[in-house]
């Protein structure tokens, strides 16, 4: 049976448009047998040029755009904005339900979170299965991409990876659904460590090592999305009572390991 995406996005970026594109080119190509039944926005149109480039590309590839803007959506409440940290504020909850509302004309068997910048209210992660991508593997650093990244670098690992876990209330800590993993060792990377001398850490993003391991961690996240809805239209990942498990149904506690899937994927795309 094909599998129905919920496909979610703030379109904010390159990054959105080209996961987007990564999966509907896949679906085409009958890579993955997959439609995405609709794009759901959290912005409208009109309030962010990057944005409107976005649903454009939603509505050329004849995909059903549904649009609900969180920032009037809060404005028309006097809502407070929401806090790294601190309990979202109440008028998200009433926001998720408007959209619960808004999406159910539309039925899916799995949300993917691709470049959504908003956490997801408990009810709203009850509601359905989604998926998120993180810029790390299982058990690696939680936050944003750059922070991930000062993390690496502090801790001076030797490997790092990207992930797709289930979204849930914890932020980035959701059960791992899929990952690869990547080593940060070896040629392209010694001699960027042994540049950074006794230090534990950069400043900015500009450091040689900082771009090289997030050019190794971009380059996998699309690929990742892609196996990642493949392995569960395939039935070797399926999504019980909120956790992940493999085609026998049992658990998968670490995740589906797709490394040499994606590697493939990426290719010859990094060399030097």
Same mark, same amino acid.
């Given at each position: 049976m094909t599998l129905r995406v919920g496909w979610f996005a703030t379109g904010r970026g390159e990054g959105s448009r080209r996961l987007l594109t990564a999966a509907v080119d896949a679906i085409r190509r009958g890579e993955l047998d997959a439609e995405i039944? %609709?794009? %759901?926005?959290?912005?409208?149109?009109?309030? +962010? $040029?990057?944005?409107?480039g976005f649903l454009d590309l939603v509505a050329s590839f004849g995909i059903t755009g549904l649009t609900l803007s969180a920032r009037r959506f809060r404005r028309e409440r006097d809502g407070a904005r929401s &806090?790294?940290? $601190?309990?979202?504020?109440?008028?998200?909850? /009433?926001?998720?339900? &408007?959209?619960?509302?808004?999406?159910?004309?539309?039925?899916f068997d799995i949300g993917m979170l691709a470049g959504y910048m908003l956490i997801l209210t408990p009810?709203?992660? &009850?509601? +359905?299965? %989604?998926?998120?991508?993180?810029?790390?593997?299982? *058990? *690696?650093?939680?936050?944003?991409?750059? /922070?991930?990244?000062h993390r690496l670098i502090e801790r001076r690992a030797e490997r790092s990876g990207v992930m797709i876990h289930l979204a849930t209330e914890e932020l980035d800590r959701g059960p791992p659904v899929a990952y690869g993993t990547y080593s940060l060792r070896g040629p392209g %990377?010694?001699?960027?460590?042994?540049?950074? *001398?006794?230090s534990a850490a950069v400043e900015g993003e500009e450091h040689p090592l900082f771009q090289e391991i997030r050019r190794h961690g971009a380059a996998r996240e699309l690929p990742l999305v892609?196996?990642?809805?493949?392995?569960?239209?395939? *039935?070797?990942?399926?999504?019980?009572?909120?956790?992940?498990v493999d085609a026998a149904g049992r658990a998968l506690a670490g995740g589906l390991d797709l490394t040499a899937e994606i590697d493939a994927a990426v290719g010859s795309s990094l060399a030097e």
């Amino acid at each position: 049976m094909t599998l129905r995406v919920g496909w979610f996005a703030t379109g904010r970026g390159e990054g959105s448009r080209r996961l987007l594109t990564a999966a509907v080119d896949a679906i085409r190509r009958g890579e993955l047998d997959a439609e995405i039944a %609709f794009v %759901f926005c959290n912005r409208e149109r009109g309030e +962010h $040029e990057a944005t409107d480039g976005f649903l454009d590309l939603v509505a050329s590839f004849g995909i059903t755009g549904l649009t609900l803007s969180a920032r009037r959506f809060r404005r028309e409440r006097d809502g407070a904005r929401s &806090r790294p940290g $601190e309990p979202l504020p109440p008028w998200r909850a /009433e926001y998720d339900r &408007r959209v619960a509302e808004l999406i159910a004309q539309h039925p899916f068997d799995i949300g993917m979170l691709a470049g959504y910048m908003l956490i997801l209210t408990p009810e709203m992660a &009850r509601l +359905h299965p %989604f998926l998120n991508l993180h810029p790390a593997e299982p *058990g *690696g650093p939680a936050g944003t991409w750059q /922070e991930v990244i000062h993390r690496l670098i502090e801790r001076r690992a030797e490997r790092s990876g990207v992930m797709i876990h289930l979204a849930t209330e914890e932020l980035d800590r959701g059960p791992p659904v899929a990952y690869g993993t990547y080593s940060l060792r070896g040629p392209g %990377f010694d001699s960027l460590w042994r540049a950074l *001398g006794p230090s534990a850490a950069v400043e900015g993003e500009e450091h040689p090592l900082f771009q090289e391991i997030r050019r190794h961690g971009a380059a996998r996240e699309l690929p990742l999305v892609v196996a990642t809805l493949r392995a569960i239209a395939q *039935g070797r990942v399926r999504i019980i009572d909120r956790r992940p498990v493999d085609a026998a149904g049992r658990a998968l506690a670490g995740g589906l390991d797709l490394t040499a899937e994606i590697d493939a994927a990426v290719g010859s795309s990094l060399a030097e």
